[in-house]
């Protein structure tokens, strides 16, 4: 079966870090990808993973463990702009390259 | 920069009835694919679409829907008869399919209420 699990909510303070964590269990893995995505709005890509480690992109880092099949985003010194919906989605194998994506988790970033 | 674009932004149909979202891809891009949301939940996958036919189809997707690509830049989802659990935001997608990045990117997506 197919399995992404995020925290459903996060609260951090504007200025901050922040570390939102995903997890999963997938029959195949062609990458993992991690979308911004504001209420009503459509999912924007942010950052991307294949092999392990870090990658990093301003504001904005993301880390992958193949072999314990977690990732995480980490953002730097939040914004208030950044309160919206995080999704983690992993990338099948295959012709398709269809993503399934995690629930997401809605961080709040508070003044 | 060039985006993903999709028509109308909100449709709202009787039950039974048929509805067709319009999707336009980027440009250059290969592959499309439909996704849906239903309010509060998780994004899911519908369909992806390559070389003028369907290349994977989930099990949401039914004898009900269907896919097209009339011409050389629309992409369209049509619902033959819309069902109450079919209100949800359709979001099109379409990436490059080169190398291994590969980014979908997403259009804004069409609020569908069924009543």
């Known amino acids: 079966g197919q399995n992404i699990d995020q925290p459903t909510e996060m609260t951090a303070t504007e200025g901050a870090i922040v570390q939102i964590n995903c997890t999963y269990q997938?029959?195949?893995?062609?990458?993992l990808f991690w979308y911004q995505q504001h209420a009503g709005e459509a999912p924007t890509f942010l950052s991307y993973n294949v092999l392990d480690g870090l990658e990093e992109k301003g504001r904005f880092s993301s880390f992958l463990s193949r072999s314990k099949g977690y990732s995480y985003l980490l953002l730097k010194e939040l914004q208030m702009k950044d309160s919206a919906s995080y999704l983690c989605?992993?990338?099948?194998?295959?012709?398709?390259?269809?993503?399934?994506f995690g629930t997401g988790t809605l961080l709040a970033v508070q003044p | 920069e060039p985006e993903v674009t999709q028509t109308p932004s909100h449709q709202v149909t009787q039950m039974g009835q048929e509805v067709i979202l319009r999707c336009v891809p980027i440009s250059n891009h290969l592959y499309f694919y439909w996704y849906r949301q239903i309010l509060g939940q998780k994004v899911e996958f519908l369909v992806s679409?390559?070389?003028?036919?369907?290349?994977?189809k989930s099990e949401i997707f039914d004898d009900q829907f269907s896919v097209e690509r009339p011409d050389g830049s629309n992409f369209t989802l049509k619902i033959r008869s819309t069902k109450l659990e079919d209100s949800a935001m359709y979001f099109c997608a379409s990436s490059d399919g080169l190398g291994g990045l590969d980014t979908q990117y997403f259009g804004p997506g069409t609020r569908l209420t069924v009543l």
């Open positions: 679409f390559y070389n003028n036919e369907i290349s994977e």
């Open positions: 989605a992993v990338r099948d194998r295959g012709a398709t390259n269809k993503l399934i």
């Open positions: 997938t029959s195949g893995f062609n990458g």
